[in-house]
């Protein structure tokens, strides 16, 4: 039979429970025999306990302390001290917390393995799952002061012998040997003070001791979070996908503006790199909007706690243009392959291929809405919390899709070497410009995005920070490079601006006010420094340039269709 009082009760009650518990295993000793046997103590936030008693005490802190965002709001367990007969070094009964049992509506020690108590603890909580952090404490509680137990016989003594900081269960983590004084010691985070999934590195925290041989009251746990490293990347990778943002836009306004670039060449191009500033566009939003501000929020009050339409929506999309984007990119390895490969006898796009391009696009996107709004509609559909693996329904498509463009690369490189080697038809500097342009642009349609698809399991925190700055950079430029090579290094689009420069300066008068105001002043002068006589062939020629071949105009117009036919990329 147990009995309960409660801590207001007078010493009347303390001797009332003597007697009515009656002699038993514990309780019966003397005083004498108690003096003569040492009773094994841990410590719990400096404050000293018998097992059992520690036991209950650490499951209450553990309660205590469960991650922000894991309770529900107003919702807690009335606790208050009790005594329970667990002799103490200083009385046969130990105080300890308790909660009110809703049935009998007597107090029960607050013990982890109460059913009753594991039952109220979950109706507390968001999630029942949060429960399991609760009991990984608190089991890792008893397995502290069992160290504790067996690191103090060897010294002799758990309590604080002036010159160490003593062994101690800081609520979250054991410290089982003590610590010099003087010292900040490490120790690693362990898994259950992370609401959502821990992260894959570890992390450390700290706690100091004194010079004086006492701990600091509070653990540095600081250093736990995964927010400042996650914050970090994400802003970086935001900058990088909006230089390809913004490097896209004059790209595009160029492939409208030109009739000439209407062609299927440049239509995949222009396609590619709406696709890609569309995919980097949502990223932006959600990664602004989603990712950073859920880390700058309070607990339980972020956007993704909401669960708002809209941040839903924003996800699809995001997953719906990125599939768009590798689903391009295959399109343009499929085009430069039968190009190529067909020794530049066809420039069409299969219309079979285009249907699986859409096809490959819409829907393992569409599939992905699907599950996760009947199997996990939560956090904006932006994390995995269970770890069920639900990204790959988009992941294993593309990453199926980069595969092929690998292998087309191959051959590309296969074809060229062999047609190089025996071509002697007017076509061989055409197929030289092709494979160069092929080679070098290739790698930009997502072959390099191989090197990151398998994230290094590690449990140091810089080659995981090194391994996404990498990752992020290769994605978020992609954009800026396809840009660059397709748009402004192409020599057929650079005639075509050069011509729009000269039409429009010669009808605005801008180029003749440059022309006069400096260039021909200077050749003037340099000319007339020159010693030639009067009325010489000589004079006249270098004074008549409109009479050459690289200022006639049908010679000029000649020479930029020549370039343009032997230009494919």
């Known amino acids: 039979m147990s009995v309960l009082c409660p801590a207001y009760v007078s010493i009347a009650c303390v001797l009332m429970l003597l007697i009515v518990q009656g ?8 005083e004498d025999e108690m003096d003569k046997q040492e009773i094994p ?5 400096a404050n ?10 650490a499951a209450f802190y553990c309660y205590a302390f469960l991650p922000p965002g894991t309770t529900k709001e107003n919702a807690t367990i009335p606790v208050r001290s009790c005594y329970i007969p667990v002799p103490s070094p200083n009385a046969n009964y130990s105080v300890v917390k308790c909660y009110r049992d809703p049935h009998s509506n007597d107090p029960a020690p607050f013990n ?7 039952q109220l603890v979950i109706s507390t909580l968001k999630d029942a ?9 608190a089991e890792a509680a008893d397995e502290c002061c069992a160290k504790i137990i067996a690191s103090s016989s060897k010294r002799g003594d758990a309590r604080n012998d002036g010159k160490r900081c003593p062994p101690q269960w800081d609520a979250w983590y054991c410290w089982p040997d003590g610590a010099a004084p003087g010292t900040v010691i490490p120790g690693s985070c362990p898994d259950y003070i992370y609401t959502s999934k821990p992260p894959d590195c570890q992390h450390y925290h700290h706690k100091e001791c004194f010079e004086n041989g006492t701990w600091r009251e509070h653990t540095d746990y600081s250093t736990c979070s995964v927010s400042p490293g996650i914050s970090t990347r994400v802003i970086y990778h935001v900058a990088v996908l909006g230089i390809s943002l913004i490097s896209a836009i004059p790209a595009l306004v160029i492939f409208f503006s030109y009739r000439k670039l209407r062609v299927l060449r440049v239509a995949l191009h222009r396609s590619l790199i709406m696709a890609i500033a569309a995919r980097n566009l949502f990223t932006i939003l959600s990664s602004t909007f989603i990712i950073l501000a859920e880390l700058h929020a309070d607990a339980g009050h972020g956007v993704m706690e909401e669960n708002g339409v809209p941040c839903r929506v924003l996800a699809f999309m995001e997953r719906l243009s990125a599939n768009a984007v590798f689903a391009l990119m295959l399109l343009e390895g499929l085009y430069l392959h039968r190009l190529i490969a067909g020794a530049l006898r066809s420039d069409t796009c299969p219309t079979p291929a285009i249907v699986v391009a859409v096809a490959l696009t819409f829907a393992p996107a569409i599939a992905w809405a699907a599950v996760m709004a009947t199997l996990q509609d939560s956090n ?9 693996g639900y990204q790959w329904i988009n992941d294993a498509p593309r990453i199926a899709m980069i595969a092929i463009n690998t292998v087309l690369l191959v051959d590309i490189a296969r074809v060229m070497l062999t047609k190089l080697r025996t071509s002697k038809s007017a076509n061989a500097g055409k197929l030289r410009m092709t494979a160069k342009a092929t080679l070098f642009l290739m790698p930009l349609f997502g072959v390099q995005l191989l090197f990151t698809v398998a994230r290094p399991n590690t449990r140091d925190c810089v080659a995981e920070q090194v391994y996404y700055f990498f990752a992020y950079t290769t994605d978020g430029l992609q954009g800026f490079f396809v840009v660059l090579i397709y748009c402004f290094l192409n020599k057929e689009v650079r005639e075509l601006l050069a011509r729009s420069w000269r039409v429009w ?3 605005t008068g801008i180029r003749d006010n ?3 105001a400096g260039v021909t002043s200077r050749r003037a002068t340099l000319l007339t420094t020159l010693p030639v006589p009067n009325g010489s062939s000589a004079a006249r020629n270098s004074l008549a340039p409109a009479k050459s071949e690289g200022s006639d105009p049908s010679a000029t117009t000649a020479r930029s269709l020549a370039d343009r036919r032997e230009s494919h990329v």
């Open 23 to 30: 002699p038993g295993p514990t309780i019966g000793l003397q």
């Open 41 to 45: 103590q841990c410590a719990v936030k």
């Open 48 to 57: 000293l306990y018998p097992p059992e008693a520690f036991s209950i005490m």
């Open 112 to 118: 982890r393995s109460d059913p009753m108590l594991l």
């Open 129 to 137: 799952s949060y429960a399991q952090k609760w009991l990984q404490c």
């Open 380 to 388: 904006c559909w932006s994390v995995d919390t269970d770890g069920s």
């Open 505 to 507: 300066s010669d009808k």
């Open 514 to 516: 440059m022309t006069s």
